[in-house]
């Protein structure tokens, strides 16, 4: 028996872990044959059951942009705007023409999700901060959650890191 709490221990940290999470994904489009490198969203250093957080997209056909996925997770709501603090300076994330994205009904974790654009450099100063804050203004109001602060980190922070050495490896070869 004690063999197994101390398995179920192991597995619960390792699931709280910061540093784990989804890889990204580096495809090649059809469409244009451009490089897009993505990671889904994964949530900031949170106090309580709604959190924030953050994917992003990029593509080497707008090299310096970058499309950041705004989500709050574990509630619907509608998301209207989002801002950046990164190690004292505030970015204002430009909303994209579309309204809020919901999980589907029956999906076992209710999400809210929108996207913005921001540059490829504000991307990698939140990666490099000491402190960088996520606030989200919804249609009930603000949620603000450190990305990092200090010694706190977040999976939002890790799937940065992970994000931007996908998009700073050497892509393989085009067929």
Partial sequence: MRPALILVAAL???????????APSSTRSG??????????GHGAACAGVVCPGLGVQWSDRTPTAAIVTVHVFNELRG??????????RIVTLRAMPALTNFSRPGDPLKESRRDFTASLADVRAVAQAQ?????????????ESAIVDDSTDSK???ALRRFLAEVDAEPPPSR
Avoid at 31 to 40: E, K, L, M, Y
Avoid at 79 to 88: E, T
């Fill in 156 to 158: 939002a922070l890790h």
């Fill in 31 to 40: 469409f244009d044959g451009a490089r897009v490198v993505a990671i889904p």
């Fill in 12 to 22: 619960a940290a390792a699931g709280c872990a910061t540093t784990s999470g989804l």
């Fill in 131 to 143: 402190r960088a804050w996520i606030r989200v203004q919804t249609t009930d109001g603000t949620i």
């Fill in 79 to 88: 998301i209207v705007g989002a801002q950046l603090a990164i190690d004292g």
